[in-house]
């Protein structure tokens, strides 16, 4: 199942890739535009955007397999802006801490930063 579930993989991602984002769909738009006659560039340069498409999602598509096989782990980026991971951590803090515990550890840990903000803006002010 997990070969055959590559192909399935790539192609989702590819027609995603495709119609879904600004790149995609200007490949779209200057191989009309070649196919037309409108602009005489190479084929090769003004499919160059759909190329791209290709080999990154043929790129996303090992890169998640090799992860879902247990051979990679999660990169930084991925790890970073991954929201599910941080909320669900937050999640389990407030279901262990309670309420009032995790809303006096927030407030403490974002008063500093708070307070630095605020003191920039004064001096802004000040300074102006």
């Known amino acids: 199942m997990f070969v055959i579930d590559l192909p399935?993989?790539?192609?989702?991602?590819?027609?995603?890739?495709?119609?879904?984002?600004?790149?995609?769909?200007?490949?779209?738009?200057?191989?009309?535009?070649?196919?037309?006659?409108?602009?005489?560039w190479p084929w090769w340069l003004a499919a160059l955007p759909l190329e791209y498409g290709v080999i990154y999602c043929l790129y996303m598509t090992i890169d998640g397999a090799l992860y879902r096989a247990g051979l990679k782990k999660v990169g930084g980026y991925a790890r970073f802006t991954s929201?599910?991971?941080?909320?669900?951590?937050?999640?389990?803090?407030?279901?262990?801490?309670?309420?009032?515990?995790?809303?006096?550890?927030?407030?403490?840990?974002?008063?500093?930063?708070?307070?630095?903000?605020?003191?920039e803006a004064r001096a802004r002010r000040e300074g102006k």
Do not use: C, H
């Not at 192609?11 to 005489?40: E, H, N, Q």
């Open 83 to 119: 929201f599910e991971n941080r909320e669900a951590e937050e999640a389990f803090k407030l279901s262990q801490m309670g309420s009032d515990a995790y809303i006096a550890e927030k407030e403490a840990e974002l008063a500093p930063k708070i307070a630095a903000i605020a003191a």
């Open 8 to 40: 399935i993989r790539f192609m989702f991602a590819l027609f995603v890739f495709t119609l879904g984002g600004w790149i995609g769909w200007l490949g779209i738009i200057l191989v009309l535009l070649r196919l037309f006659g409108v602009i005489d």
